[in-house]
């Protein structure tokens, strides 16, 4: 009986550092999933509901999205398949300022989708920053 209480003691200390040890899961990290998926689905109402307008957007041509209408409207524009395939398989990076980044290169350019926080808990996609080589 004493072998299977010292056993029961000894993994219930076991799993309580296990746990201990794994971080708690980021705001971003509960919040990045759902984005994911509304990119993957092409969901552009969806995304727009998760985007700060008016957005500097500093793609090709354009360089600001001024509504969320105006984004719904030219979602492939606004989104082309780098920006897509980038959130389907980047890893998100932390900024020191509690932003998140998600980049990809087109051409010459070093494109990098921000990240947010939105002050209730969750992030928005706040900007797209664009860089030369």
């Known amino acids: 009986m004493r072998i299977i209480s010292k ?4 993994f219930a200390v076991a799993s309580l ?9 980021s705001n971003f990290d509960k919040w ?7 990119v993957a689905k092409r969901d552009a109402k969806a995304i727009a509901g998760m985007t700060t307008f ?4 500093p793609l090709d041509q354009i ?3 001024e509504s969320r209408d ?3 409207q030219k979602f492939d ?3 082309p398949e780098g920006a897509r395939q980038a959130v389907a398989t980047e890893k998100p990076r932390r900024s020191p300022d509690g932003m998140y980044h998600v980049a990809w290169t087109k051409g010459v350019y070093d494109y990098a989708l921000c990240f ?5 808990g969750g992030y928005r996609l706040d900007s797209l920053v664009a860089n030369d080589m």
Do not use: C, E, S
């Open 7 to 10: 056993l029961l003691t000894l």
């Open 17 to 25: 550092t296990l746990a201990l040890a794994q971080p708690p899961k």
């Open 32 to 38: 990045w999933p759902q984005f994911q998926a509304a």
């Open 54 to 57: 008016p957005a500097k957007w």
């Open 63 to 65: 360089r600001r999205i």
């Open 70 to 72: 105006d984004f719904i």
């Open 77 to 79: 524009t606004y989104f």
């Open 116 to 120: 947010k926080p939105d002050g209730k």
